[in-house]
């Protein structure tokens, strides 16, 4: 993986000034409700727009923005597919809220019900959460690569193909998933240019992200053809002494 070419190849598109202020303009407009919903699910398509531009070897992965509508339902998919997944993290939080609420009440009416019981419940319920959580960071990205592939909603809960992809490829990736951390946490720094800087910074990392699972899926792609070739040359091709033979 060429890890420096994903957080620079950005600035090497002869219209980055351009692609990149229409991205941070969108990342900025997120923070109006309502108006968000267009935007940011516009960025969302955008960034698998540039997740297959790579995979694919495109010379200048950073697509034109010309493809709103399109972009924008492909974000509203990638949305509702982590939605889904986020389903056993959103009932968890609402069973802590709901049972904090009751045994809040009852140590209200009777101090000595709420002690070491309920708060050890609470821990544990909000520790599975975050292994949820963990999973599904880890998980998410390679079905976004999938669906970039397919095209297909279904593409998200291909898990067997999903799991496979993932342990194929598994140095790669999970260099991946840690850059993507990395990308984010250095852009929070974009605070520093008069706090708006930040939607734009935010919007660059999108790209970084993009370009690193792009690399994952590209790097996969010869050496599955690698191995079919091998596989034809051992089985299928006739040897030296028969092609003599022949002759």
């Known amino acids: 993986m060429d890890i420096g070419k994903s957080f620079t190849y950005a600035f090497d598109d002869e219209k980055w000034v351009q692609k990149l202020a229409i991205g941070g303009l969108l990342m900025l407009a997120t923070v109006i409700p309502v108006v968000n919903i267009f935007t940011g699910l516009v960025i969302l398509g955008y960034s698998l727009r540039v997740l297959q ?28 597919a982590y939605l889904i997944y986020s389903i056993p993290i959103i009932l968890v939080s609402g069973f802590s809220w709901a049972a904090s609420a009751i045994w809040g009440y009852s140590a ?37 690569i999938k669906y970039a592939e397919e095209g297909e909603f279904g593409g998200f809960f291909r898990f067997g193909e999903i799991f496979r992809f993932i342990g194929d490829n598994f140095g790669n990736y999970i ?3 840690l850059l993507i951390i990395v990308a984010q946490f250095v852009a929070g720094f ?32 010869p050496a599955m053809a690698a191995a079919t070739y091998g596989d034809l040359v051992e089985g299928d091709l006739p040897s030296d002494e028969e092609a003599s033979d022949d002759a």
């Open 108 to 144: 209200y009416s009777d101090p000595g019900v709420a002690e070491v019981f309920p708060r050890v419940c609470l821990t544990g319920v909000s520790c599975l959460a975050g292994l949820w959580g963990l999973a599904v960071a880890v998980v998410f990205p390679a079905a976004m």
């Open 175 to 177: 260099v991946a998933v």
């Open 190 to 221: 974009g605070v520093i240019l008069c706090a708006i800087g930040v939607f734009f910074t935010y919007f660059w990392s999108s790209l970084v992200c993009s370009h690193l699972l792009g690399q994952v899926k590209a790097e996969a792609r």
């Open 53 to 80: 531009n790579v995979a694919e070897g495109a010379e200048q992965p950073l697509p034109e923005w010309d493809d709103w509508a399109g972009d924008w339902v492909k974000g509203l998919m990638m949305a509702l």
